[in-house]
């Protein structure tokens, strides 16, 4: 199969470089009009370019050296070598090409790395056969290279000489790139010093700070969905946080945590939805206008399925807690399997991995609900960074109950992603809880119980009165306003108003 030579000046709504034509994933998908995105194209210059290849805007420019050639052979095996990884792309590529296209890859190198790669990858993501022998004896290949790759255990394929060390399989799987962002989250070893902070705290003060911080994780996850939900749905989203590890993930483990966060079923099917579902805003006529599409109900089982089977290899290859929440949390809700409660469930995925990897001291939860209810406009982003370069390659229409129906077949749009800036967002988001919230907190408890006892024992009061005490005086700027003093404070001489706001501002400075 050989490509045409003319050069294109528009690409997936991209302008081509000047002088610039299509290599690799870019080649692939253009020439076999593959309807699948790509993120970050390829072209090769006319021209020499300094250190052998730049980022022009969205665009990966490579010198005129690198171009591989005219076949669907030589594209291939460019992408394999000098691009990132696109399952995506790769499946639907290796599905509209003939499987002799790909066995002749394979004949004409049987020992080679990209040829053995492709081979191996044709297989895993089509689950067809090759009509080819097994490689001859020659050194194992990883499928993906550990130095740029975060990876699983490797996996040694005889057939192939190959070890599959993806982090999921052909049914589901996440691709997280080693970058500097990530390599030095991971440095910070973010685990030893949560446990370290725990250790050096009373078991009580520990238990108060794992309340308090449970109960804004509870606030904030309910206000990114931009509601202020009555304290039973609080404690609901608490009971089922809490929960979380404790189980093994299964979908029907979902799908009773889901039950816990909806108590209330009468306008929600719990479970798989049966129908679609996407968000957005809707017309004046009350039509979908969606932003993001879910995937097809009739794919939610196989789906559901490979992002658990995946959530339990990482779990087994030991892959880095932060690093598998991301990819678990963020393929569920890119899945949308639910009519309701997606984004509350997502997060709570999050909770789940950090407790059952034990990322997380035992009896406290990270309030990264929070966090990401700070960093709304970044969360948002990553999301629709991942979500919305799919929508052009979703065909849907509107229903007569005024929903989505996919009338394409969208399965592999979210089995396969890349979780890289998901994996770097939550990381940023736990390595803020960590070095800051969690010492906050247990800080200001100290400050909060030292302030109480000096309080107490400088004038003889109720506890109930003492707290109340130092939240008005906090909340006053260190002073007790006049409408408390004349109030529920009246009985206080003045001197002794002076004496309790000394010890607050005293307790809490610096604070």
Not at 205 to 224: G, P, Q, T, W
Not at 237 to 247: E, H, I, S, Y
Request: hydrophobic share 40%.
């Amino acid at each position: 199969m050989r490509f045409a030579k003319a050069p294109i000046a528009i690409f997936q709504e991209k302008t081509v470089p000047d002088g610039g034509r299509l290599a690799g994933w870019a080649a692939l998908v253009h020439e076999l009009a593959i309807p699948a995105p790509i993120r970050r194209p390829s072209c090769i210059s006319e021209q020499h370019v300094r250190g052998s290849h730049r980022e022009e805007g969205a665009w990966t420019v490579f010198d005129k050296r690198y171009w591989p050639g005219e076949t669907f052979a030589d594209h291939l095996a460019f992408a394999l070598r000098h691009e990132n990884i696109d399952l995506l792309i790769l499946k639907r590529v290796f599905e509209a090409v003939p499987a002799a296209e790909v066995q002749a890859i394979v004949r004409a190198a049987p020992t080679g790395i990209p040829a053995r790669r492709a081979w191996y990858l044709y297989e895993t993501l089509t689950d067809r056969t090759l009509a080819v022998d097994d490689a001859p004896n020659a050194a194992a290949i990883d499928v993906l290279d550990p130095e740029t790759y975060f990876t699983g255990k490797p996996r040694l394929s005889k057939r192939h000489r190959v070890r599959d060390n993806l982090l999921g399989t052909g049914r589901f799987c996440p691709i997280i790139r080693r970058t500097k962002a990530l390599t030095e989250f991971m440095a910070r070893d973010l685990a030893a010093k949560a446990r370290e902070t725990v250790g050096r705290t009373g078991a009580h003060l520990v238990a108060r700070a794992a309340s308090f911080m449970l109960l804004a994780d509870s606030r904030a996850s309910f206000e990114i969905e931009g509601e202020r939900p009555p304290r039973n749905r609080l404690e609901r989203w608490g009971r089922a946080v809490q929960q979380a590890g404790k189980n093994r993930l299964t979908l029907d483990e979902i799908i009773r945590l889901q039950r816990v966060l909806i108590e209330d079923t009468r306008f929600v099917r719990p479970g798989l939805r049966p129908d679609g579902v996407f968000l957005g805003e809707r017309d004046h006529n009350g039509d979908p206008l969606p932003e993001f599409i879910g995937a097809r109900p009739d794919n939610l089982d196989d789906l559901m399925g490979g992002l658990l089977a995946a959530n339990d290899r990482m779990r087994d290859d030991g892959v880095d807690p932060v690093l598998k929440a991301a990819a678990t949390a963020f393929g569920f809700v890119y899945v949308h399997p639910f009519q309701d409660g997606n984004g509350r469930m997502h997060r709570c995925l999050i909770h789940h991995v950090l407790a059952d990897r034990k990322f997380t001291p035992p009896g406290m939860i990270f309030p990264v609900s929070s966090v990401i209810l700070n960093r709304i406009d970044d969360y948002r982003t990553t999301l629709q960074g991942h979500s919305g370069p799919l929508m052009p390659f979703i065909e849907w229409r509107s229903t007569p109950e005024r929903n989505v129906e996919v009338l394409n077949e969208t399965a592999d749009l979210y089995r396969y992603f890349d979780c890289t800036g998901e994996a770097e967002f939550l990381y940023a988001c736990v390595g803020r809880t960590v070095e800051e919230d969690l010492p906050r907190e247990i800080d200001y408890l100290r400050r909060h119980d030292e302030a109480i006892r000096r309080i107490m024992d400088a004038v003889e009061m109720p506890d109930r009165v003492a707290e109340n005490l130092v939240m008005f005086i906090r909340q006053n700027n260190g002073t007790l306003s006049k409408k408390c003093r004349e109030g529920e404070c009246k009985k206080l001489r003045d001197e002794e108003v002076t004496l309790i706001e000394g010890i607050v501002n005293e307790a809490f400075a610096g604070f």
